[in-house]
């Protein structure tokens, strides 16, 4: 797959593009393997300047990076035995949201999370990550499954919100939303969720209702879309930028406001620079975080999960 920068990574990309160029002359006419390492160095050492300082808006782009990890790259990377269930019993299937039975280390956990997609077939097939009501329907039966079986759920947070459309309302879009997010909220197993690019508004909330929730260095998560503020805002799509500045939707502030547990550190140049380690760190963290969640019983589960969220945004004082 052909690599995709970012708007901000042009300077990058050009180095890049002279080391491919140097890389064909020294095959035909001559070795540039001085050259072409100077250039490498550079190229590294720019990346790295360059992804230490991001801005809300330049996080917003790499998290919306096609080349990505998404929830299928995730199931391959980090579990075994796999098996989809699919269907809300209802309606129909919905493959925005995908999820079933898996081992994570050799131990039982119901999985779920978004899928993008990864080409124009895809991400017809999976809506782009936005769940209908169905999804959100399968999420509960599925958080049913695993609390009578006593297993931990782990969920993938990544779309840009619920799909709007005129058929999802008439399902009831925003009532199987608040299903899928009480079910979060009263599972007496432990819950851990991580935001692996976009956590857009209800339609993330509903399935990141953890006990944890984690989020990579990069991601987002927000109430709205930037480019959906700005509209409200400015009636201007095109102030995003400005609206992503204003609304903390990365990480740090996120941690600050309570909103997210922790945060995963990508691979310099984002986790699409190196999805495989990306995954690797997902997996050792959320291996720490069910370590810890394990031993409390149903009750105390619940209780801390209630406290994390009445916590949020309180500086502290009750």
Same mark, same amino acid.
């Given at each position: 797959?052909?690599?995709?920068?970012?708007?901000?990574?042009?300077?990058?990309?050009?180095?890049?593009?002279?080391?491919?160029?140097?890389?064909?002359?020294?095959?035909?006419?001559?070795?540039?393997?001085?050259?072409?390492? *100077?250039?490498?160095?550079?190229?590294?050492?720019?990346?790295?300047?360059?992804?230490?300082?991001?801005?809300?808006?330049?996080?917003?782009?790499?998290?919306?990076?096609?080349?990505?990890?998404?929830?299928?790259?995730?199931?391959?990377?980090?579990?075994?035995?796999?098996?989809?269930?699919?269907?809300?019993?209802?309606?129909?299937?919905?493959?925005?949201?995908?999820?079933?039975?898996?081992?994570?280390?050799?131990?039982?956990?119901?999985?779920? *999370?978004?899928?993008?997609?990864?080409?124009?077939?895809?991400?017809?097939?999976?809506?782009?990550?936005?769940?209908?009501?169905?999804?959100?329907?399968?999420?509960?039966?599925?958080?049913?499954?695993?609390?009578?079986?006593?297993?931990?759920?782990?969920?993938?947070?990544?779309?840009?919100?619920?799909?709007?459309?005129?058929?999802?309302?008439?399902?009831?879009?925003?009532?199987?939303?608040?299903?899928?997010?009480?079910?979060?909220?009263?599972?007496?197993?432990?819950?851990?969720?991580?935001?692996?690019?976009?956590? *857009?508004?209800?339609?993330?909330?509903?399935?990141?209702?953890?006990?944890?929730?984690?989020?990579?260095?990069?991601?987002?998560?927000?109430?709205?879309?930037?480019?959906?503020?700005?509209?409200?805002?400015?009636?201007?799509?095109?102030?995003?930028?400005?609206?992503?500045?204003?609304?903390?939707?990365?990480?740090?502030?996120?941690?600050?406001?309570?909103?997210?547990?922790?945060?995963?550190?990508?691979?310099?140049?984002?986790?699409?620079?190196?999805?495989?380690?990306?995954?690797?760190?997902?997996?050792?963290?959320?291996?720490?975080?069910?370590?810890?969640?394990?031993?409390?019983?149903?009750?105390?589960?619940?209780?801390?999960?209630?406290?994390?969220?009445?916590?949020? *945004?309180?500086?502290?004082?009750?």
């Amino acid at each position: 797959m052909a690599v995709h920068y970012l708007e901000f990574e042009k300077p990058i990309a050009d180095l890049e593009a002279k080391i491919e160029e140097l890389s064909l002359l020294s095959s035909t006419s001559g070795s540039f393997e001085a050259e072409i390492q *100077g250039l490498r160095q550079k190229a590294e050492q720019l990346r790295r300047k360059t992804y230490a300082g991001l801005d809300p808006w330049m996080k917003t782009q790499v998290a919306r990076h096609p080349q990505r990890p998404h929830f299928v790259d995730y199931v391959a990377g980090l579990f075994t035995d796999f098996v989809e269930l699919k269907g809300d019993r209802q309606f129909g299937d919905d493959q925005a949201i995908l999820g079933g039975l898996a081992r994570f280390r050799g131990e039982p956990v119901v999985i779920m *999370g978004h899928e993008k997609g990864h080409d124009t077939q895809t991400r017809v097939v999976h809506n782009f990550g936005m769940a209908r009501p169905e999804g959100y329907r399968k999420a509960v039966r599925l958080m049913d499954l695993a609390e009578r079986y006593g297993l931990p759920v782990l969920t993938f947070v990544d779309t840009a919100g619920a799909y709007p459309g005129l058929g999802a309302e008439e399902r009831g879009q925003a009532e199987a939303i608040a299903r899928s997010t009480e079910r979060c909220l009263t599972l007496g197993v432990p819950s851990i969720a991580t935001i692996t690019g976009e956590g *857009g508004s209800g339609g993330a909330i509903a399935i990141a209702a953890a006990g944890r929730v984690l989020m990579l260095e990069h991601s987002i998560y927000s109430v709205i879309s930037p480019e959906g503020a700005a509209g409200i805002l400015w009636r201007d799509g095109a102030r995003a930028r400005d609206a992503a500045m204003a609304m903390k939707i990365t990480g740090p502030d996120l941690v600050e406001l309570k909103i997210v547990d922790r945060i995963i550190q990508e691979p310099v140049g984002g986790a699409h620079a190196d999805p495989q380690a990306a995954i690797a760190a997902v997996g050792d963290v959320l291996a720490e975080e069910l370590a810890a969640l394990s031993p409390l019983t149903p009750e105390q589960l619940r209780k801390a999960r209630a406290d994390r969220f009445y916590a949020i *945004g309180r500086n502290g004082a009750h």
